[in-house]
């Protein structure tokens, strides 16, 4: 299994960016995929996520109305678009892929990329 984000870097507030994440060895559309931000000092929290069933999605308070998730099951990649970005955006975002069912669940992280939002 591999989750590889891409997309990353350094940009002025107000700017945006495009994070991929490149998912494989999995079955990519039957699993709800997540992006997870980290600054320095802070807890992991969730910034976006995307059901697997009718592409439902659902955001962090910090992020609703700026930043877009999406997927395409066909390259089984996710995004995640970042607009209007501000300095306390700034922190490594992880991909996430997760399966629950009845028994087992499956849990799954990429490495991250950096986003730095700076002047």
């Known amino acids: 299994v591999q989750l590889v984000e891409s997309g990353g870097g350094l940009v002025q507030p107000g700017g945006s960016l495009r994070l991929s994440c490149a998912a494989s060895?999995?079955?990519?559309?039957?699993?709800?995929m997540s992006w997870y931000r980290q600054a320095p000092g802070k807890e992991r929290e969730l910034v976006a996520a995307?059901?697997?069933?009718?592409?439902?999605?659902n955001y962090g308070d910090s992020v609703k109305g700026r930043f877009t998730i999406s997927r395409d099951n066909a390259k089984n990649t996710v995004y995640l678009q970042m607009n209007s970005l501000k300095p306390a955006d700034t922190a490594v975002y992880y991909c996430?892929?997760?399966?629950?069912?009845?028994?087992?669940?499956?849990?799954?992280w990429g490495r991250g990329t950096q986003v730095t939002v700076s002047s």
């Open positions: 996430n892929a997760r399966w629950v069912g009845a028994i087992r669940r499956y849990d799954y």
């Open positions: 995307i059901f697997s069933a009718g592409g439902r999605t």
């Open positions: 060895g999995f079955t990519f559309s039957s699993y709800d």
